[in-house]
């Protein structure tokens, strides 16, 4: 089996967004402080500017966190990373459940139950949380069937020889 790569929406989101809002700072922070000088003769202004490096610091940021943080299956184990993290690997022989809360209280990510009792929450694949709650957007619950399912058929194939 090939690997899988899944995304939460709010991964996908940051991903899209970052090239915008380095593109929103330099089509912005570029033009209007110039014509501002230019028509008022203040260089003051012109410290407008220093908001384009940090817009596209920011943009970029943004994009790496959205691609760097995902789930990626295997044949044999689920792996996760987000932006700050080392990738983590669970095997699927180590995972007895996988928890999928949709609640809107409650834990936020997808839990593994592990063999020997541990939980263990894949932090790459969360639901978005606001004023209401938790939100499950569909990449959560996209990557939350594919764990289930991909652990579901390595058992079928491999659990009962154990």
């Given at each position: 089996?090939?690997?899988?790569t899944?995304?939460?929406?709010?991964a996908?989101?940051?991903?899209?967004?970052?090239?915008?809002?380095?593109?929103?700072?330099?089509?912005?922070?570029?033009p209007l402080?110039?014509?501002?000088w230019?028509?008022?003769g203040?260089?003051?202004?012109?410290?407008?500017?220093?908001f384009?490096?940090?817009?596209?610091?920011?943009g970029?940021?943004l994009h790496?966190?959205?691609?760097?943080s995902?789930v990626?299956?295997?044949?044999?184990?689920?792996t996760?990373r987000?932006?700050?993290s080392?990738?983590?690997?669970v095997?699927?022989?180590?995972?007895q459940?996988?928890?999928?809360?949709t609640?809107?209280?409650?834990?936020?990510?997808?839990r593994?139950?592990?063999?020997?009792?541990?939980?263990?929450?894949?932090?790459?694949v969360?639901m978005?949380?606001?004023?209401?709650?938790?939100?499950?957007?569909?990449?959560?619950?996209?990557?939350a069937?594919?764990?289930?399912?991909?652990?579901?058929?390595?058992?079928?194939?491999h659990?009962?020889?154990?």
């Amino acid at each position: 089996m090939q690997t899988q790569t899944f995304r939460s929406g709010a991964a996908t989101m940051m991903m899209w967004i970052g090239p915008f809002v380095a593109l929103i700072a330099v089509l912005l922070f570029v033009p209007l402080p110039l014509v501002l000088w230019a028509t008022s003769g203040d260089a003051a202004v012109l410290l407008m500017l220093l908001f384009v490096p940090v817009g596209l610091v920011a943009g970029l940021l943004l994009h790496l966190a959205g691609r760097r943080s995902r789930v990626e299956l295997a044949g044999d184990a689920v792996t996760w990373r987000t932006l700050t993290s080392a990738p983590r690997t669970v095997p699927f022989s180590a995972i007895q459940g996988v928890e999928v809360p949709t609640a809107r209280r409650g834990p936020r990510s997808v839990r593994l139950h592990l063999r020997d009792g541990a939980v263990v929450p894949v932090t790459a694949v969360s639901m978005s949380g606001g004023e209401g709650g938790n939100s499950a957007d569909a990449g959560y619950l996209r990557t939350a069937q594919a764990i289930t399912d991909a652990h579901r058929r390595w058992w079928m194939h491999h659990g009962q020889r154990r």
